[in-house]
């Protein structure tokens, strides 16, 4: 088995970014690190908060925890192994990041990303 390294990113579902952007901007005391129409992201002590206007391509409608990994194949191997169903097979969202989710037995999702 593949270990995980933590939990580094949560994205959120916002209806209203600008709105959310201000809420998020309060609560973490400071402006968001990538700010365009289509993900508003923070850095807030390493964590990644990112907020996803309308659930994105994705069609998330809850907040998404995504874990790091050092090989994201195989720990979707693992999960789908243990029951997991993936819901976004790995793909890479820019630079050296590959993400990819999985819903667990009860419908909860769970992110996986690899920095290459």
Same mark, same amino acid.
Do not use: C
């Given at each position: 088995?593949?270990?995980? @390294?933590?939990?580094?990113? #949560? +994205?959120?579902?916002? *209806? /209203? +970014?600008?709105?959310?952007?201000?809420?998020?901007?309060? $609560?973490?005391?400071? @402006?968001?690190?990538?700010? *365009?129409?289509?993900?508003?992201?923070? /850095?807030?002590?390493?964590?990644?908060?990112? +907020? #996803? !206007?309308?659930?994105?391509?994705?069609?998330?409608? *809850?907040?998404?925890?995504?874990?790091?990994? &050092?090989?994201? @194949?195989?720990? +979707? &191997?693992? $999960?789908?192994?243990?029951?997991?169903?993936?819901? =976004? !097979?790995?793909?890479?969202?820019?630079?050296?990041?590959?993400?990819? *989710?999985?819903? /667990? $037995? /009860?419908?909860?999702?769970?992110?996986?990303? =690899?920095?290459?």
């Amino acid at each position: 088995m593949t270990t995980t @390294e933590g939990i580094k990113i #949560v +994205l959120h579902p916002v *209806s /209203d +970014l600008e709105g959310a952007k201000k809420v998020y901007t309060a $609560l973490l005391g400071m @402006e968001p690190q990538a700010d *365009s129409p289509y993900y508003v992201g923070f /850095d807030a002590a390493g964590q990644q908060i990112g +907020l #996803v !206007p309308n659930g994105g391509p994705q069609g998330m409608t *809850s907040p998404v925890a995504y874990w790091q990994v &050092a090989d994201i @194949e195989a720990k +979707l &191997a693992e $999960l789908t192994a243990a029951g997991a169903t993936v819901t =976004e !097979p790995a793909h890479n969202v820019g630079g050296t990041r590959w993400v990819a *989710s999985v819903t /667990d $037995l /009860d419908g909860n999702v769970l992110g996986v990303v =690899e920095d290459r």
